[in-house]
């Protein structure tokens, strides 16, 4: 059952049992196992497949063949169609990729695949990430940020890779890769010393993707990181000269993932009214 709605209030789906909320809309052709839920105002259709302990909430459209399982959680104004499970499917290739080969195919394969999914039409939200480089890195430390942002309909775009952290601080720069050189150079009218970690490259990404015109900055820190908290105290000034909003999250092992979805949907809620307000304007 759907613990915070009363019985009168859902039902069992009669296509696997699944507890659906009456404001919900699931067809009959969609599957909903016994253990998932379908809340809010969601909407599955097509041969959907929901199983697992599986929650489809919110405003969420769930299409066409997509399987949303195990512990998945669609929610807020995601939309999820298509052959949803290409991707997961890509990775685990590239997990047990055992050489360059099997890297290429799995590459390959995905491209093609990718190239059948419905797409969603109209301009996406864009949100740089910014912050420590394990924070910003590791799906497991920052609660796996960009893909509740993604679920969100935002295109997110991370200021560091590894690649570059390696190139730069054990090659001396010598391979072909990004460097992080030019973001120490657009922090240095607001941060122009070294403060340890990443704080300046946090300050200089966030110009930079202000200069990308993008619509808003999310900074990801390990609780009490020194450098990120001064980066942070830095950004209002960032925002007020470029007009760029930003968000920070001070992430540890007491973080929740309610909490943290709560706050990015507000942030997506504000950009979208922003980039309509700005489109209004002609700015």
Sequence with gaps: MITFLLLEEQHQHKNGG??????????????????????????????????GNAQVSGNAQVSGNAQVCGNARVYGKA???????????????????????????????????????????????????????FTVLEPYANYDIERHLGLLGVEVTRSIFLSEWINE??????????????????????????????????????????GQDYDGVVQVAPFTCMPEIVAHSVLPAVTRD???????????????????V??????????????KKRLKEGV
């Design 18 to 51: 699944g507890w659906v909320a009456n404001t919900a809309i699931v067809e009959d052709s969609a599957f909903v196992g016994a253990d998932a839920q379908v809340s809010g105002n969601a909407q599955v259709s097509g041969k959907v497949w929901v199983s």
């Design 79 to 133: 939309w999820v169609c298509g052959n949803a499970w290409v991707y997961g499917n890509a990775l685990r290739r590239v997990d047990v990729a055992e050489n360059r080969r099997d890297l290429d195919l799995a590459v390959r394969d995905f491209l093609k695949d990718a190239r059948g999914l419905t797409r969603k039409l109209g301009d996406l939200l864009r949100v740089g990430l910014v912050g420590e480089i």
């Design 169 to 210: 601080h054990l090659f001396g720069g010598l391979l072909r890769v990004g460097s992080l050189e030019h973001l120490d150079k657009m922090a240095s009218p607001y941060l122009n010393a070294f403060v340890g970690g990443h704080g300046r490259e946090t300050v200089g990404a966030t110009v930079h993707f202000a």
């Design 242 to 260: 470029h007009g760029i909003p930003t968000l920070s999250f001070y992430l540890d092992e007491q973080s929740g993932v309610a909490g943290i």
């Design 262 to 275: 709560t706050r990015l949907e507000a942030f997506v809620d504000l950009l979208e009214a922003r980039r």
